[in-house]
């Protein structure tokens, strides 16, 4: 495991970054694909996850959280939009046939949801963050004392086919609302973060990179109205 920050840490993943899980205090944030039930096991086995929330930060697909949600006895949580589609309810988001190869490959099974997590809401001293875009009911993590930010999917900081770092909008073809996932992450330059960490993608810590970025994407936002 790599330590990002106080009562932080990355695990460590079988391709390096390329899909990413934390440990905050006491909570698992992310569990990944199915695939990485065991990995993330033997992970957290010696960390204090309590029974408050196996998987804090809105998931990309079911993953691994039955398994891991089962076998440590501890309760699921998810954006209150995305409970749906976590319990079997409705499809993942977006509903469209790249995420539908995706989830036969990746997610795990359905499975009930304890905690619907909305904006504003506390996880291990974080706030919850509402960020559309990527789904309807995506969110990130924000720490304020050391102004950390676990920003999910509303960009990554790795090239998904070199496996290289650096910053990029996820495919459009992942979004509900590319345009929305834009105004996301300007939103979230906003909050002048010191670290971020990713779904995808080693942590960042240049914040004049993410500046930077964050106005090509406030520019296609603009281009966009004009």
């Not at 949600?69 to 939009?81: D, G, N, S, V």
């Not at 988001?93 to 809401?121: F, K, M, N, S, T």
């Amino acid at each position: 495991m790599q330590r990002i920050a106080e009562g932080v840490w990355q695990l460590s993943s079988f391709v390096k970054n390329l899909f990413n899980s934390f440990v905050l205090p006491g909570v698992l944030v992310d569990a990944g694909t199915r695939w990485a039930t065991g990995r993330i096991l033997s992970q957290i086995r010696g960390q204090n996850i309590r029974p408050h929330s196996a998987n804090a930060l809105s998931p990309r697909s079911p993953g691994a959280a039955a398994a891991i949600c089962q076998k440590m006895r501890i309760p699921l949580a998810c954006h209150e939009q995305e409970v749906a589609a976590m319990e079997g309810r409705e499809p993942m988001q977006p509903d469209v046939g790249i995420v539908r190869l995706g989830q036969r490959v990746w997610a795990g099974p359905d499975y009930p949801v304890d905690e619907h997590l909305r904006e504003g809401d506390e996880v291990a001293g974080f706030r919850v963050i509402e960020r559309p875009g990527t789904r309807r009911g995506h969110i990130s993590l924000f720490r304020q004392r050391d102004r950390l930010l676990i920003a999910g999917d509303a960009l990554a900081n790795v090239h998904f086919f070199t496996n290289k770092p650096g910053l990029r909008l996820p495919p459009s073809e992942f979004c509900t609302n590319p345009a929305q996932n834009w105004e996301s992450v300007v939103r979230l330059a906003a909050l002048e973060p010191a670290v971020i960490c990713f779904g995808h993608g080693p942590p960042l810590r240049d914040m004049d990179e993410f500046q930077s970025f964050a106005e090509r994407c406030r520019g296609r936002l603009a281009s966009r109205v004009g």
